[in-house]
């Protein structure tokens, strides 16, 4: 059985940080690309930040020099590290573990509120 389980999300003030988290189990995480997406209400769900099992990894622009997404295949565990939060960052955070496009899987989410 498949299980993404993200955790580390919360309230946080606008340019603290917060970092994600996402535990693997029932894949083989290290050929996985694993992805962070967000989803905000009333928007559609957008990447956030990709790894590849080669540690090639791609940020969305709104994002590039605040996030870092790293991986540890030892520990099957995917994180996001979010500096300098923004309002707009506000949304539920989901972690992707992609094989191909058919075979893709998702957490249950985790939501990030960023306000004073």
């Known amino acids: 059985q498949v299980q993404l389980v993200e955790s580390g999300g919360g309230l946080v003030q606008p340019g603290e940080s917060l970092t994600l988290s996402c535990a693997a189990s029932g894949i083989i995480f290290g050929i996985a690309a694993m992805g962070w997406y967000r989803q905000a209400p009333g928007k559609q769900r957008e990447l956030v930040a990709r790894?590849?099992?080669?540690?090639?990894?791609k940020y969305a622009d709104s994002v590039k020099g605040r996030f870092t997404i790293s991986r540890d295949n030892t520990k099957d565990t995917v994180w996001l590290q979010m500096n300098s939060l923004k309002p707009e960052d506000t949304a539920v955070y989901y972690c992707?573990?992609?094989?191909?496009?058919?075979?893709?899987?998702w957490g249950q989410g985790t939501q990030v509120t960023v306000s004073s």
């Open positions: 992707n573990a992609w094989f191909r496009a058919d075979d893709e899987y």
């Open positions: 790894i590849t099992s080669g540690r090639n990894t």
